[in-house]
C-alpha cells in the first residue's frame, strides 16, 4: 500500500474511521481495483460485486454481495424470545429440514418459497452457521444484496484484507444459489409495502388515536372522582383482549413472515393499544350512558393546590368528601375559582353523577360563601 494512498484514505475518513479501518479499506481498494463513495467502499472479488461499510458509531461493520434476485429473508440466533415464541405457536415456525440448524437460529422471511429453497440446502445453511458462528450478527438476504453484519471486534483488532474477502467469498456462496433460483423459477418476493401488513399497522394506529383522543374526552368531560378506582377494571377489561387482537393479526400475516419479526412487533404494540382504546371507551361509556340526574353536595373546602404539569399550571380544590366523614377529595379548578376559594371559609356546591358504570364523575360546580 502506498503512502499517499494511505494518506488520501486516512484523510477523507478521519472523522468517522479508525486508522486502521481506514488502512484496511485503503488495501481492499488498491487490492480489488474498487472505489469509494460516500463512506462505501465498491469493489469485486473474483466473480462476486461487494460493498463494505463500517459504522463507527456502532462499532459495526456491514459487508454485502450483489445477487440476481429481489427477495427478503434474515437468519440470526436464536433468543430467549424466540425460544418461546416457538413453543407457544409453533405451526408457524420456519423449517428449514434441519432440526439443529431451526433449533439454533432463527428465520424471519416475507419469501417463505424463496427462503425454503434456499435454506433447505445443506451447503447454504454450512455457510451460515460458519459466518454466525465466526462473530457474524446476522445474514440476510435484503433487496438485492445478501448482506452480513457483525461488531467491529469480529474481525479481529488487526483485521486485514483476507478477513473482509474471505466473507465475501462465503456471501457470493449464498448470493450465487439465490441467483441460481431466480433463473429457474419465476418467484415474485412479497412487495416491502405488503397491503396486509400495511393494513395490520394502520388498525392499530387508528385504534391508538382513538383510544388516545377517548382518554382524553372522558377525563375532559366525565372527570372521576376517585379515578384510582378506575384502574382496577382497565386492567380487568384491557388485558384480556390483547390475546384475541394478536391472536388475529398473527392469523393475518402469518404468511408474511416467518417465525415471529412481524408478530412480535404488532404484539408488543397491541399491548399498549388495546389497554388505552379499552380504557377509553370505558371511561366514556361511564358518563355517556349515565341516565340519572346530577346529584348536588355542599361540601367545605378544606385545601387547595398548584401544580405544574408539562408547562402548565393545574389548580385544584381539596373538598370535604360527601360520603365518607374525614375523607378529602381533590377535583381540578380553574384559576378563578383557586383565586376565589378560601380553605376551611369556602363552601362549594358539587354536582356529580353516579356513573353507568358505577363511578362517580364530576358534571360541575359554584362556589358559595
Known sequence: MSTTGFMAAQGSYKSRYSKADAALIEELRQRCGGELRKDVLFAKHGTADFQLRFLPQQQRYLVSVVCRMAGRFRVTRQGALDRWMAAFVPAWQFRSRDARFDRDFSVQTRDLEL??????????????????????????????????????????????????????EELARIADAVTAFAAHHEVRPSPKNDPVVVGSWTALGVLGVLGFFML???AIEYTLVQPARFLLPCAIFGLPPIVPVVFALALAVQRRTSPYGLVRGLAGVSMLVVPLFVSGALLLSNGVLDPTPAEEHVVSVVGKSIRKDDNKLRYSAGLA?????GDVRW???SKATYDDLEPNVSLMQVRTHPGKLGYEWLDGYTVRR
Do not use: F
Open 216 to 218: 382524553i374526552a372522558g
Open 331 to 333: 377535583v381540578p379548578i
Open 321 to 325: 368528601s360527601w360520603w365518607t366523614e
Open 115 to 168: 427462503a425454503a429453497a434456499i435454506l433447505t440446502r445443506q451447503p447454504i445453511r454450512a455457510v451460515v452457521r460458519r459466518l454466525l458462528d465466526q462473530g457474524v450478527q446476522a445474514v440476510h438476504l435484503d433487496g438485492d444484496r445478501v448482506k452480513a453484519s457483525g461488531t467491529r471486534k469480529a474481525l479481529g483488532s488487526k483485521a486485514v484484507a483476507e478477513d473482509i474477502l474471505r466473507l465475501v
